[in-house]
């Protein structure tokens, strides 16, 4: 199976400043891959790397095959890209908005388009200007679809959006995600999300990637829980530890305290985690494994703000 993303060495900087130094991963074809990370992370730089919009410093990114930065017009008319903000030409009608974007695209699918747009109950003369932030998603996501894409490239699709939209996001995403050979590569902030749609989860932290099927992290990452009567201070002294790589075989990798009740994360099974927590003098009390949504995990693994 080829790959519709492959990156390499990448390094790439701002103002100065490394945002990646040696960034290595690949999508195949056909996979559905979210990328998480903190604010500030370089999620939406690497998208504009991907799009070409951005050139590194060094190293190699193929998207479909040829280099980001030299996209042919045939390659990147198979890319579907959906920026942050869902844009939109406002001073269009949703008809001004559908024939506008068919010249661009040899596969262009009006009954796609308007499939999808359709559905709000508005007129075809209606502006973009006057609709809300979901009905624009809506129009953009015809826009993407209608393109019928190889590759879609979606950077947090769910900023502005209500249930209702983000549902409706997902379900169209799944339809597309069924379909032979397509891929998806997507960050949102909204992770319970993602946990409903991708296959493989990327994780970026500080420059760094951990590439990791979502059952396989979902299954081998865990989260425990306990009553704790000890003071807050001795929990913070804890996770000052853990902040700092001081603890004990790195056994935890996140906690969170909220009243006594406490949450720890880690890859160890919970005898482990019970002996390490002994060791360092914290009474946990009534020490059980709980169910871990992916939004858990993504907190344990990279920290909460």
Same mark, same amino acid.
């Given at each position: 199976?080829?790959?519709?993303?492959?990156?390499?060495?990448?390094?790439?900087?701002?103002?100065?400043?490394?945002?990646?130094?040696?960034?290595?991963?690949?999508?195949?074809?056909?996979?559905?891959?979210?990328?998480?990370?903190?604010?500030?992370?370089?999620?939406?730089?690497?998208?504009?790397?991907?799009?070409?919009?951005?050139?590194?410093?060094?190293?190699?990114?193929?998207?479909?095959?040829?280099?980001?930065?030299?996209?042919?017009?045939?390659?990147?008319?198979?890319?579907?890209?959906?920026?942050?903000?869902?844009?939109?030409?406002?001073?269009?009608?949703?008809?001004?908005?559908?024939?506008?974007?068919?010249?661009?695209?040899?596969?262009?699918?009006?009954?796609?388009?308007?499939?999808?747009?359709? $559905?709000?109950?508005?007129?075809?003369?209606? *502006? #973009? /200007?006057?609709? %809300?932030?979901?009905?624009?998603?809506? &129009?953009?996501?015809?826009?993407?679809?209608?393109?019928?894409?190889?590759?879609?490239?979606?950077?947090?699709?769910?900023?502005?959006?209500?249930?209702?939209?983000?549902?409706?996001?997902?379900?169209?995403?799944?339809?597309?995600?069924?379909?032979?050979?397509?891929?998806?590569?997507?960050?949102?902030?909204?992770?319970?999300?993602?946990?409903?749609?991708?296959?493989?989860?990327?994780?970026?932290?500080?420059?760094?990637?951990?590439?990791?099927?979502?059952?396989?992290?979902?299954?081998?990452?865990?989260?425990?829980?306990?009553?704790?009567?000890?003071?807050?201070?001795?929990?913070?002294?804890?996770?000052?530890?853990?902040?700092?790589?001081?603890?004990?075989?790195?056994?935890? $990798?996140?906690?969170?305290?909220?009243?006594? *009740? #406490? /949450?720890?994360? %880690?890859?160890?099974?919970?005898?482990? &985690?019970?002996?390490?927590?002994?060791?360092?003098?914290?009474?946990?009390?009534?020490?059980?494994?709980?169910?871990?949504?992916?939004?858990?995990?993504?907190?344990?693994?990279?920290?909460?703000?």
């Amino acid at each position: 199976m080829s790959n519709a993303i492959e990156i390499r060495g990448l390094g790439h900087r701002y103002n100065g400043r490394a945002i990646y130094e040696n960034l290595n991963f690949s999508v195949p074809e056909g996979a559905v891959c979210g990328l998480l990370g903190k604010n500030g992370q370089g999620k939406t730089t690497l998208v504009n790397i991907l799009m070409g919009f951005l050139k590194p410093f060094k190293g190699k990114c193929l998207v479909l095959g040829e280099d980001s930065h030299n996209l042919p017009p045939e390659v990147r008319a198979r890319i579907g890209l959906l920026h942050e903000g869902h844009l939109a030409y406002e001073f269009m009608t949703i008809a001004q908005t559908e024939r506008f974007y068919r010249g661009f695209y040899p596969r262009w699918n009006p009954e796609v388009f308007f499939g999808l747009v359709d $559905r709000m109950g508005l007129p075809l003369n209606h *502006k #973009v /200007a006057n609709m %809300s932030c979901g009905q624009r998603s809506q &129009v953009v996501l015809g826009v993407i679809m209608a393109q019928d894409p190889d590759l879609l490239i979606l950077d947090d699709y769910s900023m502005g959006l209500d249930a209702g939209y983000r549902r409706l996001f997902l379900d169209v995403l799944h339809d597309f995600a069924a379909r032979k050979g397509k891929t998806v590569f997507v960050t949102s902030h909204i992770v319970q999300d993602l946990e409903q749609l991708v296959d493989t989860i990327i994780f970026i932290d500080q420059g760094e990637i951990m590439q990791v099927g979502l059952e396989e992290f979902l299954s081998a990452f865990r989260k425990y829980v306990f009553n704790c009567d000890d003071p807050p201070e001795q929990t913070q002294a804890l996770a000052q530890n853990l902040a700092q790589g001081l603890a004990q075989d790195h056994i935890i $990798r996140g906690i969170e305290r909220r009243g006594r *009740k #406490v /949450a720890l994360y %880690s890859y160890a099974d919970i005898q482990a &985690v019970e002996r390490h927590l002994a060791d360092l003098g914290v009474q946990a009390r009534d020490l059980s494994q709980a169910p871990m949504s992916l939004e858990d995990g993504f907190i344990g693994l990279m920290g909460n703000y």
